[in-house]
């Protein structure tokens, strides 16, 4: 089945504790992103990759890193996080237009 | 940058009527796209427009790529109780890269 993967589906940590949540994806898509959703705000983008080893910041990429070492891992990294990092995450890949969503990582930073 | 504007933001309705959303924007598209979004789950999207004046229909959804190409509308026919959720419109402008813009959502309510 043709699925996006993200874990955890949710986490609760303090402030500057380092985490990841990983995203993988079994359709051999080249473009991935990370977005974020927050009450009001809608989705807007952290980060996206066009390809292996090629990351480029989205809107909203201040607290957070990605890496992209294969082509089916997309894992968003924060290294410090903080209160108002608590939200939810969505990891998404696609093939031109056809954009395909993970289930979502609801997470909370105290 | 680019920022799509979409309205209502939300809606109450009961079973049986139609609905319609829209989203504008101050800058050209070459592709819209509409997504339906329910409670604990991601985006899926509903229907792909790639043309202007483009009309295109899935079941009860009709979704038209406007004239200007910096608007689309999405309609639901006869709602039902299941098409509760939020609704984001996203452009693509191919120009710009792949990145995908959305609009904040509708999230329509409906009653039965």
């Known amino acids: 089945e043709a699925q996006v993967t993200q874990n955890p589906r949710y986490l609760i940590t303090v402030t500057g504790k380092k985490l990841t949540v990983t995203c993988s994806q079994n359709m051999n898509h080249e473009y991935m992103s990370w977005y974020r959703q927050d009450p009001g705000l809608g989705l807007r983008q952290i980060y996206y990759?066009?390809?292996?080893?090629?990351?480029d910041k989205g809107d909203v990429p201040e607290g957070y890193k990605v890496s992209r070492k294969e082509k089916r891992n997309f894992p968003l990294i924060l290294e410090s996080p903080s209160p108002n990092q608590t939200s939810l995450y969505f990891c998404?890949?696609?093939?031109?237009?056809?954009?395909?969503f993970g289930p979502g990582t609801r997470l909370t930073v105290l | 940058g680019q920022q799509l504007n979409q309205s209502p933001q939300s809606m109450f309705i009961q079973e049986g009527e139609d609905v319609s959303m829209n989203c504008t924007s101050s800058?050209?598209?070459?592709?819209w796209l509409w997504y339906k979004q329910e409670p604990g789950e991601g985006p899926v999207l509903l229907i792909a427009?790639?043309?202007?004046?483009e009309l295109t229909s899935n079941g009860r959804l009709t979704a038209q790529f406007g004239i200007t190409r910096k608007d689309s509308f999405l309609n639901i026919s006869a709602s039902i109780p299941s098409d509760v959720g939020i609704y984001f419109c996203a452009g693509l402008d191919n120009q710009a890269g792949t990145a995908l813009i959305f609009g904040k959502g509708t999230t329509l309510s409906v009653s039965s």
């Open positions: 427009l790639y043309k202007a004046g």
């Open positions: 990759s066009m390809n292996v080893e090629v990351t």
């Open positions: 998404a890949s696609s093939l031109g237009t056809m954009q395909y």
């Open positions: 800058s050209i598209f070459n592709t």
